[in-house]
């Protein structure tokens, strides 16, 4: 069976520093990958997706990027965190065939302080 | 691009009651249309779909309705149970990705 691994769980950065957190899909290929960012207590924002190695497609223009060096590996990145970019970060999967659920990795809880 | 309509946010229901989450969508090839529950701090997990084709579909105490005419779509949750509280999303597929509503953050008090 499929699963989504998501690392850390939590994370408290400073603003101006760095961020990478990691998504990985074990159990399928070539499936398409997603990030969102939940705020609290709001709803999900997509915030990259992508449907292929080196294939990233951008919502929401910002600090952040995405990579996918591997076919289920999803990284996100930033270079210098805003305290704006606090949230909960989720990880998604779901088949390259239409029609699909996603399925969402437990997420990491990101603090800047 | 794809929009969605969530209502209510929060609802507040009688355990044993019945709940009723409603949305509606903007872009008439979206054509899939997830429910998640999402407990809080966990990650939201699929508890019913419904594809295009089909205008109804059940699950036990779960159901979801799809007018595709007029572009909305049900949550319909019977019998409810306190363990029933958490916040519900709606979502519309339309290739390649899927658009969520704000959620509704329904409680069932015993």
């Known amino acids: 069976s499929q699963t989504i691994h998501q690392w850390p769980a939590t994370l408290v950065q400073p603003v101006g520093s760095p961020l990478s957190l990691e998504c990985t899909v074990e159990?399928?290929?070539?499936?398409?990958l997603y990030w969102y960012r939940q705020a609290a207590g709001r709803g999900l924002q997509l915030l990259f997706y992508?449907?292929?190695?080196?294939?990233i497609s951008s919502e929401v223009p910002q600090n952040l990027s995405a990579s996918r060096p591997q076919d289920r590996q999803f990284i996100l990145s930033s270079k210098k965190l805003l305290l704006s970019d606090s949230g909960f970060y989720l990880c998604?999967?779901?088949?390259?065939?239409?029609?699909?659920?996603?399925?969402f990795g437990d997420g990491t809880r990101l603090s800047i302080l | 691009g794809e929009n969605v309509e969530q209502h209510p946010s929060t609802l507040s229901v009688q355990e044993g009651d019945s709940a009723v989450i409603k949305c509606t969508y903007s872009?008439?090839?979206?054509?899939?249309f997830p429910w998640y529950k999402q407990e809080l701090g966990k990650r939201p997990q699929l508890i019913i779909d419904i594809r295009s084709n089909v205008g109804e579909k059940k699950d036990q105490r779960i159901a979801v309705t799809l007018n595709k005419t007029a572009k909305h779509f049900s949550l319909h949750i019977t019998e409810t149970q306190p363990e029933d509280s958490a916040v519900y999303f709606c979502a519309a597929y339309s290739s390649p990705y899927m658009r969520f509503g704000a959620g509704t953050r329904l409680t069932v008090k015993p």
């Open positions: 872009d008439s090839a979206s054509n899939y």
């Open positions: 992508s449907v292929g190695i080196g294939q």
């Open positions: 159990g399928t290929s070539n499936p398409n």
């Open positions: 998604a999967w779901n088949g390259a065939v239409s029609n699909q659920p996603q399925h």
